[in-house]
């Protein structure tokens, strides 16, 4: 298993628009996912995504990764907490 949590969500979240193949070859030529975790597990999350992010086989699965950690960013750093309800 991917040991660091913020590791284990690019992965997810990638594996989910790419496939877990295409997680797997991002850090290991011909590898499955399962092959990739002791690889994945010796980086950081930085490096994780950074490495995501620069080798998913298409645009749209990279593209999708940076938007979706961007929105999740957004969301849980108080988007929308302003205090005030709606009625």
Known sequence: AITD???RTYC????YHA???SVGKAFLP?????EAISAINRLTPADVYQ????ALPS?????YLRDVIKRVSLYSSGYGKSG???T
């Not at 997810?12 to 594996?15: E, G, L, R, T």
């Not at 645009?59 to 593209?63: A, F, G, K």
């Open 59 to 63: 645009i749209e699965s990279r593209n």
């Open 84 to 86: 005030a309800t709606s």
């Open 51 to 54: 490495r995501l992010v620069a």
């Open 30 to 34: 011909q590898a499955s996912i399962k």
């Open 19 to 21: 496939g877990p193949s």
């Open 12 to 15: 997810a979240v990638a594996a």
């Open 5 to 7: 949590p913020l590791s």
